[in-house]
């Protein structure tokens, strides 16, 4: 699958017109249609890194690397696991959320208690911003 497939595969799975794809992730839309269409195969990363970000993606989903198998997803620890379950809709919780929360080891040990892991996440999400 080419680049400007792959974007486009992504950008409807959004059900996004190219235009709105444009402008979430701060390109022309000319340029986008280049992408797309194979007239631009090498855009920057800073461009790849954008429209990964807008589409819910890493920038390894533009290559064929990124489509291949992926590695079994390790387990969640079960207090993070409830959390998400009773708080995902109260806060938005993303995938790209729960993948940080999940890596997070301090000192060796994570947090065990779902309301742990709720005030982790809220003090990531003021911190970030």
Do not use: C
Not at 5 to 30: C, D, F, T
Not at 93 to 102: F, N, P
């Amino acid at each position: 699958m080419t680049l400007g497939e792959r974007i486009i595969q992504l950008r409807n799975r959004k059900g996004w017109s190219s235009g709105r794809l444009a402008e979430e992730a701060g390109v022309s839309r000319g340029y986008l249609w280049q992408l797309e269409t194979g007239g631009k195969d090498r855009p920057s990363l800073n461009v790849l890194e954008r429209l990964a970000k807008v589409l819910g993606v890493n920038v390894g989903e533009f290559t064929d690397e990124g489509t291949g198998p992926k590695p079994a997803a390790k387990p969640l620890p079960p207090g993070l696991a409830q959390f998400v379950r009773e708080k995902s809709s109260k806060y938005g919780i993303t995938k790209s959320d729960v993948e940080v929360l999940g890596a997070i080891h301090f000192r060796g040990k994570q947090p065990v208690a779902p309301e742990d892991w709720e005030l982790l996440y809220l003090f990531l999400r003021k911190w970030a911003g």
